[in-house]
């Protein structure tokens, strides 16, 4: 989280590499993108709205924002470190139902990695 937007690195390389026993890709780039960013996002979500309070992880920063502060966080940034049409295409049909479910936030996609 900075200055009020979450950003979520999503490690995209690889999702090209072909499973020899199969000779089809460990999961394909919608796979990938339905999971790790419409799934995970659509959880944060609705874990943020039931959330009773804010607490460190183990080994996270102790300065950590308020409940308040994370519920008014309306816009999330996805930095992935792949780009290939294939996966652009994936990203927007994750982002598009995203914002079809959740219309008072903004999602928004980073291609090549952490800018």
Avoid: C, H, W
Wanted: without cysteine.
């Amino acid at each position: 989280m900075d200055n009020g937007i979450f950003y979520e690195d999503k490690a995209a390389k690889g999702l090209d590499i072909i499973n020899p026993k199969t000779g089809l890709p460990a999961q394909t780039p919608q796979q990938f993108t339905d999971k790790q960013i419409l799934g995970k996002t659509r959880k944060r979500i609705e874990n943020i709205a039931e959330a009773t309070a804010t607490r460190a992880t183990k080994n996270g920063d102790p300065n950590i924002p308020t409940l308040d502060q994370i519920k008014d966080i309306r816009t999330f940034i996805f930095r992935l470190d792949g780009d290939t049409p294939e996966l652009r295409q994936a990203a927007e049909n994750s982002l598009r139902q995203l914002k079809k479910e959740f219309p008072d936030y903004t999602f928004d996609v980073l291609f090549g990695g952490k800018k």
